[in-house]
Nanobody
């Protein structure tokens, strides 16, 4: 009965920052690979970042150097710090557990 709840989305200007959070209930959080994916209108869902139980990370080329994924196992929470946001980052962002379970998503809109 794993459940995920994303938060932190909103409307920001280009160059701005947002920090997304995902709280996981149920399961054994510390053993999961946690991920952030996004879906822009008309596009398939794409990988943004992954953080494994070891702490190792993987980023999409389009966000590398701008986004940082992290986790707090004591709080069952994964974060996505997004800096220097661009209009093309506009999408619904989803949190995932082992790329198997998904939250409802949180909207990020980057616009002037």
């Amino acid at each position: 009965q794993v459940q995920l709840v994303e938060s932190g989305g909103g409307l920001v200007q280009p160059g701005g920052s947002l920090r997304l959070s995902c709280v996981v209930s149920g399961g054994i959080f510390r053993v999961y690979a946690m991920g952030w994916y996004r879906r822009a209108p008309g596009n398939q869902r794409e990988l943004v970042a992954i953080i494994r139980s070891s702490g190792s990370t993987t980023y999409a080329e389009s966000v590398k150097g701008r986004f940082t994924i992290s986790r707090d196992n004591a709080q069952n929470t994964v974060y996505l710090q997004m800096n220097n946001l661009k209009p093309e980052d506009t999408a619904v962002y989803y949190c995932s557990v082992n790329s198997e379970r998904w939250g409802q998503g949180t909207q990020v809109t980057v616009s002037s």
